[in-house]
């Protein structure tokens, strides 16, 4: 299974990009860079986007791919989200006032995206991948993704998330889990930030590893903020008992 990260911090300066990573050449997960990361033949070969919720950070940019495509005659993107996270996007984002309701233009016969509502718990298939939707604790309703390969390859991507409880029960049933990416923000000086904001510091990663219980397994951290990110990286290399590192703008990896 194929990764590239486009965006993999919890905020934007020249140097940092917010949530957005690339499956292949077909999928996305989350789209907070998906303009910024990728070149306008890239965006228009894109089929979906799996959105983990509506927060600006994870999907401000399928305003401006939306708008790419159109332009350069590309089919209708396909955004994939639970029924919560698409009404907010049908709202309050592609709405004909934030931004032009894509999925009624150039035409409702032949519209910008296509949105597709994803079951929790189930496993569908999108673009050539089994994906399941896991709620995790945030504070609007946010999924995580367990996504596996044609060739049986399985990933786990956190989404945004405090300590939780069934991403970590599903995952201890997966045989074939190659990573899981997992959301880290803030220092541990700002737990009561991270706490009200519904995201994880490095102690509350540690203790949410424990509940799986495999420190072997790569974890794949992201959503740093920027201003944090050498406190967090600091504290995050004082847990011995996983097997953590942090993802870098514009890597490739092989799952």
């Known amino acids: 299974m194929d990764l590239h990260v486009l965006g993999c911090h ?17 999928l996305a997960i989350d789209a907070g860079a998906l303009t910024a990361g990728l070149m306008l033949a890239d965006q228009c070969a894109l089929e979906a986007v799996l959105v983990s919720h509506a927060h600006l950070d994870h999907v401000k940019d399928l305003a401006t791919v939306v708008d790419n495509r159109v332009q350069s005659g590309a089919p209708p993107l396909v955004i994939v989200g639970t029924k919560a996270t698409l009404g907010v996007l049908r709202k309050h984002f592609f709405n004909g006032l934030l931004w032009p309701d894509f999925s009624q233009i150039p035409s409702p016969s032949a519209p910008g995206i296509v949105y597709r509502e994803l079951g929790l718990e189930v496993p569908e298939q999108v673009c050539g991948f089994t994906v399941r939707a896991l709620l995790v604790s945030h504070t609007i309703e946010t999924c995580a993704f367990v996504v596996t390969s044609e060739e049986g390859r399985t990933m786990a991507y956190s989404g945004d998330t405090g300590p939780t409880e069934r991403l970590w029960e599903a995952l201890a049933a997966e045989q074939d889990l190659a990573a899981v990416l997992l959301e880290v923000s803030f220092p541990e000086k700002e ?22 219980g495999r420190p072997e397994l790569p974890i794949l951290l992201y959503h740093v903020k920027p201003v944090f990110q050498r406190e967090v990286e600091l504290e995050c290399a004082r847990i011995t008992e996983a097997n953590l590192s942090f993802l870098q703008l514009d890597e490739d990896l092989v799952l």
């Open 10 to 26: 919890g905020g934007e300066t020249p140097r940092h990009r917010t949530s957005a990573f690339l499956l292949g050449r077909k």
């Open 191 to 212: 737990r009561k930030l991270a706490t009200q904001s519904g995201h994880l510091t490095p102690q509350l990663v540690e203790a949410e590893l424990k509940k799986l």
